[in-house]
């Protein structure tokens, strides 16, 4: 059974940084596409960023670009987001998924079949 467990979240101040990541078992990411995506209660679940099987094919979403990097490490099955000058706004639980499909990085919820069980990132004003 595929596992995404993401780490790395917690509490930070505005304008502090953290990196999340998402290590897979059961899955060997290389080759597949990857993304994170965040969630607030109430509020549907928003696309963050996303990473080809290449580092150089990455996709954000408006509201973290410039701010928030993705990036994968193959030899050790993770993906990494890399969160800089944080806002309050950022505040929800993280989300790591997985294509199981060869495919290009999508924004889309639906292209996406295996998820984690979530992040919590809270960033204080």
């Known amino acids: 059974q595929v596992h995404l467990v993401e780490s790395g979240g917690g509490l930070v101040q505005t304008g502090d940084s953290l990196r999340l990541s998402c290590t897979a078992s059961?899955?060997?990411?290389?080759?597949?596409?990857m993304g994170w995506f965040r969630q607030v209660p109430g509020k549907e679940r928003e696309f963050v960023a996303a990473?080809?099987?290449?580092?150089?094919?990455?996709l954000y979403g408006d509201s973290v670009k410039g701010r928030f990097t993705i990036s994968r490490d193959n030899a050790k099955n993770t993906v990494y987001l890399q969160m800089n000058s944080l806002k309050p706004e950022d505040t929800a639980v993280y989300y790591c998924a997985a294509d199981a499909q060869i495919a290009p990085p999508s924004r889309l919820l639906g292209a996406y079949d295996y998820w984690g069980q979530g992040t919590q990132v809270t960033v204080s004003s």
């Open positions: 990473i080809g099987w290449h580092n150089s094919i990455t």
């Open positions: 059961e899955l060997t990411i290389t080759s597949r596409a």
